[in-house]
């Protein structure tokens, strides 16, 4: 996989709320085999960054692109289509069902033959099997796929809702602050799957005010600032304060050295 090949990328977009401007002629860019952070102060626009390439909003102006040819997303249901699977930060698990239930929620297997079909009969048993399936190739340690969601710790219930969007992505996982309110262990445990994911050859955009875990875990970083990219980042050349000093201004992204630049 070259992992210079642009699997998405967006051009000059914005989004205007009334008077209020959320991007303003924004870029974006994620290659292959990558995990691309995406941070920015309050109102950098990087949730409406984030909205535009899952669907959740139109852009006004630009375009974006997906393994180089433009799409328009109307929905989240016309991103999750071409391949593009996102967790939001209140996950939408459903507490009260099982774990295999929950990774297939929305997507059921549907029995085979005409009765099946014609009744809509959940395939539960080979729903269970694919689970166990896919929760062993990510190395999620689960003991029992029958478990209600509600049983889990908020970090095991942050990996099912990462593990769902790994099951079906086909070309991008977004991540919307998946450790915050999880302690270290369990932000560990999440950090260690989002990097599973990424070795498997899907690339994740990961959204965190969390600059430690970016740090640790990001391939470059890309810093939004007053509704644009002010730059991108190598997080192995550039010190966390000058990071820091970039997204809120305090220092522009031509006074960093060159080769912190990614």
Do not use: W
Not at 180 to 188: D, P, R, S, Y
């Amino acid at each position: 996989m070259n992992t210079h090949t642009l699997v998405m990328e967006a051009r000059g977009l914005v989004k205007r709320y009334g008077q209020v401007v959320a991007l303003d002629g924004a870029d974006f860019e994620l290659r292959a085999g990558e995990i691309m952070a995406v941070i920015g102060d309050n109102g950098a626009g990087k949730s409406s960054l984030i909205k535009a390439l899952s669907g959740a909003t139109i852009p006004d102006e630009g375009e974006i692109k997906l393994d180089g040819t433009p799409i328009h997303f109307k929905s989240p249901a016309d991103a999750r289509r071409e391949g593009i699977e996102t967790v939001y930060q209140d996950l939408a698990v459903a507490p009260a069902m099982t774990i295999a239930e929950n990774l297939f929620l929305g997507r059921e297997i549907i029995k085979g033959g005409f009765l099946g079909r014609l009744l809509r009969i959940i395939d539960k048993k080979e729903m269970l099997q694919q689970s166990v399936a896919r929760m062993n190739d990510l190395k999620v340690g689960i003991r029992s796929m029958t478990q209600a969601v509600e049983t889990l710790s908020g970090g095991q219930r942050q990996c099912v809702a990462v593990s769902r969007a790994a099951a079906f992505a086909q070309h991008v996982v977004i991540l919307d602050e998946p450790t915050a309110a999880l302690g270290v262990k369990e932000g560990n445990m999440v950090l260690e799957l989002i990097r599973r994911v990424r070795d498997k050859g899907l690339p994740v955009i990961l959204i965190s005010h969390n600059m430690p875990h970016v740090f640790e875990i990001a391939d470059r970083i890309h810093i939004a600032r007053l509704g644009k990219r002010a730059c991108i980042v190598n997080p192995k050349k550039i010190t966390m304060s000058d990071t820091v000093a970039v997204m809120t201004g305090a220092k522009r992204a031509d006074e960093l050295p060159a080769d912190c630049l990614a």
